[in-house]
């Protein structure tokens, strides 16, 4: 398979830069730029990072989810959907950011959402990861909070409004020691959880554990896949649209393939390690949720969404400290991703280029308002909620890449920024016609697994409205190009 270059590059492959240095986050100027050669990584620099965003509390979480709520057989068949899902949507939607040497956000307004429109995937972005970066911000207060033996409701808000400020004040200052200690996080964080597998097996409870059914009372065989399911697929398209911020320092096209294999193995991995961690401390996890007033099944759902409470209870002290190091990487990463849409939203716009502090402080107030919500307690919503908006903007963004703007011609493919239209309306429709349809039609419990009917809805509203439109869109895009190309002839001539 011939492979595409770097934009900008005449081969496939581009200067490589001192090993193991990883794209900093404190480098604002460059959301907006493609990458420059002095910023190109290899791959398993890449893979390094996204295996150190998934193995996190969320991840843990989710295997819990699947594993209780749908039960070890069905789990299984959730994590292989997860796995293929994962692998394949990360590899496509990296193919991309890679041409284009543009994170996800800004790769959008040259696809499916035009420059201002590009603000709806920024509210989509916002809603999803500071979601995700919400639920990590309780589920690492929760562990606190256990471990400390602090119940008073004020120390709760004054431990969660605390920890964000830890994640504001990281993606101001401490980033690049971070992503320098990624790799040792990750391997301490393995092996607190390869002794909690361990405990496990001593235990003699290594059958149950990998062999169980559904555990959550009231809960059915279909309803219960269904759940695990949806946060498994939210996961797939949040883990592709999260990666492509990375793959885009790819030096190689053939480099996705390993790149997507590590995220995703790294995915599942933990998934199978949260499964086994919160069988372990279940029971004393419900314990300790009924006490603070939880009936049977809300303790049982709180015991379940929160990870951190098992790693304390196998581990103590030197547990919550390990994940404490752990989730700083996994959430300032998900603070600085979120601090990217805000900016992109603020740009899109009004054309105002937010300064970084205000941009990180913004998307970690929206996460409190989410905690204020009380996210944990409505994670199947948010989770179903979510993989609609991140499927469908997936889905979106492949279509237009891959098929409209290829074999059916109608648009062109990399576009400069300056001569993107300011709304795709055939994108921004479809996502707000299939997030509110298929919104509605689990809520009303029509469709149990809204990607189902998410992913071919998108493609085919899509396709659709490109080719009623194709005459249109083919003039207009035609007219940006050539006064794109005139502009360019004019700034040659004035510098000649």
């Not at 001192?18 to 290899?42: K, N, Q, T």
């Not at 431990?159 to 101001?172: H, Q």
Request: hydrophobic fraction near 55%; charge should be positive.
């Amino acid at each position: 398979m011939k492979e595409s270059p770097a934009a900008g590059k005449t081969s496939s492959e581009v200067k490589a830069p001192a090993r193991g240095r990883a794209p900093s986050p404190a480098s604002r100027s460059s959301l907006f730029e493609r990458v420059p050669d002095s910023e190109r990584l290899a791959w398993p620099d890449i893979a390094s990072i996204l295996s150190g965003v998934v193995s996190s509390l969320s991840k843990l979480m989710g295997g819990g989810i699947v594993a209780f709520y749908a039960g070890c057989q069905l789990g299984g068949v959730a994590m292989a959907v997860t796995f293929a899902l994962s692998f394949a949507l990360t590899y496509l939607v990296g193919k991309i950011t890679f041409r284009e040497g543009l994170p996800n956000n800004v790769v959008s307004r040259l696809y499916i959402f035009g420059t201002k429109g590009s603000a709806a995937g920024s509210l989509v972005w916002i809603f999803v990861l500071v979601g995700v970066l919400a639920v990590g911000t309780v589920q690492l207060g929760n562990a606190v909070l256990f471990a400390f033996g602090w119940n008073e409701e004020w120390m709760r808000w004054a431990l969660f409004v605390g920890i964000s400020c830890v994640w504001v004040f990281m993606a101001l200052f401490g980033t690049k020691a971070i992503a320098r200690m990624n790799a040792v996080f990750v391997v301490a964080l393995f092996c607190v959880m390869g002794y909690v597998v361990y405990l496990v097996a001593a235990n003699g409870q290594m059958a149950d554990a990998l062999t169980h059914g559904i555990l959550i009372p009231g809960v059915g065989e279909a309803e219960g896949f269904a759940y695990g399911v949806n946060y498994a697929i939210m996961t797939s398209g949040l883990l592709a649209l999260f990666a492509a911020d990375f793959t885009r320092f790819a030096r190689r096209e053939r480099d996705l393939v390993p790149i997507s294999l590590v995220g995703s193995l790294f995915a599942v991995a933990t998934y199978l390690f949260g499964a086994l961690i919160t069988y372990y401390g279940f029971e004393r996890s419900v314990a300790y949720f009924s006490g603070m007033g939880y009936d049977a099944a809300g303790a049982a759902h709180a015991a379940i969404t929160n990870p951190g409470v098992s790693l304390v209870l196998a581990a103590g002290g030197v547990g919550l400290a390990i994940i404490c190091l752990s989730q700083m990487k996994v959430e300032t990463s998900n603070s600085i991703g979120g601090a990217n849409a805000v900016s992109n939203l603020f740009d899109s716009l009004f054309g105002v280029k937010l300064k970084w502090p205000a941009a990180v402080a913004v998307a970690n107030a929206v996460g409190l308002a989410f905690i204020l919500g009380g996210i944990l307690d409505q994670v199947n919503a948010f989770m179903s909620f979510g993989s609609i908006l991140t499927i469908g903007w997936c889905v979106l963004l492949v279509t237009d890449y891959y098929v409209v703007r290829g074999p059916m011609r109608i648009g062109s493919r990399n576009v400069a920024l300056d001569a993107v239209e300011d709304v795709n309306w055939r994108g921004v429709a479809t996502l707000a016609f299939v997030s509110v349809v298929n919104g509605v039609l689990y809520a009303t419990g029509i469709v149990a697994v809204p990607f189902l009917t998410t992913a071919p809805m998108s493609f085919a509203v899509y396709v659709g409205l490109s080719w009623v439109f194709r005459r249109q869109v083919r003039e207009r895009d035609a007219a940006r190009r050539a006064e794109a190309a005139a502009g360019a002839c004019g700034v040659d001539s004035a510098a000649g």
